[in-house]
Each structure stands twice: as structure tokens, then as C-alpha cells.
Nanobody, 120 residues
Framework: QVQLLESGGGLVQAGGSLRLSCVAS????????MGWFRQAPGKEREFVAA????????YYADSVKGRFTISRDNAKNTVYLQMNSLKPEDTAVYYC?????????????WGQGTQVTVSS
């Protein structure tokens, strides 16, 4: 089973940027699609972005399209989420996971999450 560790979260002002990283253990990282989800207090976990195993296909939630970019480096077993033009409503714990699609039910091997807080 792949183990995941997210990092890069923090406190940023609205309009600022952060880059999240998710490092995976195991030799088969390059075989799997990866996704980012987020969960704000009192809300359900929601899809943010996903990328195919090769990195050639990516897709996004409408709420982040044009502001966030998902990418991966299979040589480093790492998937990234570049977040620009951050808004207070982006505040949440961000999780990476192994899988495909835009529903958390299609994912497994979740990381522990990294907190992103955007101040207005």
C-alpha cells in the first residue's frame, strides 16, 4: 500500500500563493492516478484536482479552475498542487490520495492532510 505525506500548507493572505507537495512511498507511484481533496470545518470532503498516472491528463473542480495547477514528478514520487489567487473560501485541510475521478469514494491511501488558511 502506498503511504502519502503532504506538506506546504500554511497561512497566506488572500491573493497569495502556496504550493502543496505530496510524497509517496513505494515503487509503484507512477502506476496510479492521484488526486487532491479538501475539507473545511463542518463541511464534507470535496474534490479539488486530479492527475493521471502519466501526468498527461488533469482535471479540476470548477471552484479552483484557472487558479490551481496539479502536476507530478514520478522520478520523485511526488504530486504537487500549485495554488494561486487564493481566497478565504479555499481555507481547509488539503489531502492527497491515490485514485481517479472526482469522488472520494474512488480513492484510497489518504495522507494525513496539510492545513491551508487564507486570511481576508
Amino acid at each position: 500500500q502506498v503511504q502519502l505525506l503532504e506538506s506546504g500548507g500554511g497561512l497566506v493572505q488572500a491573493g497569495g500563493s502556496l504550493r502543496l507537495s505530496c510524497v509517496a512511498s513505494g515503487r509503484t507511484f507512477s502506476r496510479y492516478g492521484m488526486g487532491w481533496f479538501r475539507q473545511a470545518p463542518g463541511k464534507e470532503r470535496e474534490f479539488v484536482a486530479a492527475i493521471s498516472w502519466s501526468g498527461s491528463i488533469s482535471y479540476y473542480a470548477d471552484s479552483v479552475k484557472g487558479r490551481f495547477t496539479i502536476s507530478r514528478d514520478n522520478a520523485k514520487n511526488t504530486v504537487y498542487l500549485q495554488m494561486n489567487s487564493l481566497k478565504p473560501e479555499d481555507t481547509a485541510v488539503y489531502y492527497c490520495a491515490v485514485g481517479e475521478g472526482n469522488s472520494y469514494s474512488y480513492y484510497n491511501s489518504w495522507g494525513q492532510g496539510t492545513q491551508v488558511t487564507v486570511s481576508s
